[in-house]
């Protein structure tokens, strides 16, 4: 075993056509899936920020009315 090892660790010939051709295939399969992992974090994201009752835009303006006012909380 070590020694096949070694005769691919000296051999210099690189890689296969077809090694590099599934190579390409699998970056591009990732960055066809990727816009929609992002559309589907943004979309979770807004329905967070929906349903959280804590939330408010940053400006004061903005943001979800959930019709809940906290007054005040302790930590005890």
Do not use: C, W
Request: no cysteine; charged share 20%; glycine share 8%.
């Amino acid at each position: 075993m070590r020694s096949n090892i070694r005769e691919k660790i000296r051999n210099s010939v690189g890689e296969t056509l077809i090694e590099t051709l599934f190579a390409l295939l699998i970056a591009a399969v990732a960055l066809v899936m990727l816009p929609g992992a992002i559309v589907a974090a943004t979309k979770a994201n807004k329905q967070s920020k929906e349903k959280s009752v804590y939330y408010s835009a940053e400006n004061g303006s903005g943001g979800f009315d959930n019709h809940v006012e906290v007054t005040g909380f302790t930590i005890e």
